[in-house]
């Protein structure tokens, strides 16, 4: 067993939090419709995301969610966690969302914004949950914010989740 003194647990701890980015915050200062800053290799991927989702919403004259840019690498890390364990959903409530759509596997990041955002746009409104969860996720007037996320394994599959708050 590991023991630290408590300002080295502490000095430990903020740099974990600072790094992992699964903080919770509620302070929408932080979230952007813009791109994000940095060295994400992702950023532009997870605007177009972001974008794609918007259009859908705003063609049932829904409002646009804000890209939740502070937990995009907790999303991404749900992703490798789902991946690693191949179990959509798997890592779900870990980075303080509502709701979550998956990706599973797919050829690649195009592909998902593409096809699979379409697809489960395509579900379409409708009774069971089971059969329209994904639609009824993008389409909730009570989300104002997503997070997506991207992980590509060895063999080149794209994980992807989107998160809702």
């Not at 919770?24 to 177009?48: L, V």
């Not at 966690?81 to 409530?93: I, K, L, V």
Request: glycine letters at 10%; hydrophobic letters at 30%; charged letters at 25%.
């Amino acid at each position: 067993m590991l023991h630290l003194s408590v300002p080295r647990a502490l000095a430990v701890l903020v740099a974990a939090l600072a790094l992992g980015g699964c903080g919770n915050s509620d302070d929408d200062d932080n979230e952007t419709r813009g791109s994000a800053s940095g060295d994400d290799p992702h950023a532009a991927e997870r605007q177009a995301c972001v974008d794609r989702i918007n259009g859908f919403r705003a063609s049932e004259g829904l409002p646009a969610l804000m890209r939740w840019t502070e937990q995009e690498a907790c999303t991404d890390e749900q992703a490798a966690n789902d991946s690693r364990s191949g179990e959509a959903h798997g890592a779900f409530g870990r980075c303080q969302e509502g709701a979550q759509n998956e990706c599973p596997g797919w050829g690649s990041v195009e592909d998902v914004i593409r096809d699979c955002l379409q697809s489960m746009w395509d579900e379409g409104p409708g009774e069971p949950y089971s059969e329209h969860g994904h639609y009824l996720n993008m389409s909730n007037p009570d989300y104002r914010k997503v997070s997506c996320g991207f992980h590509e394994t060895a063999s080149g599959k794209v994980w992807a989740i989107q998160n809702f708050r």
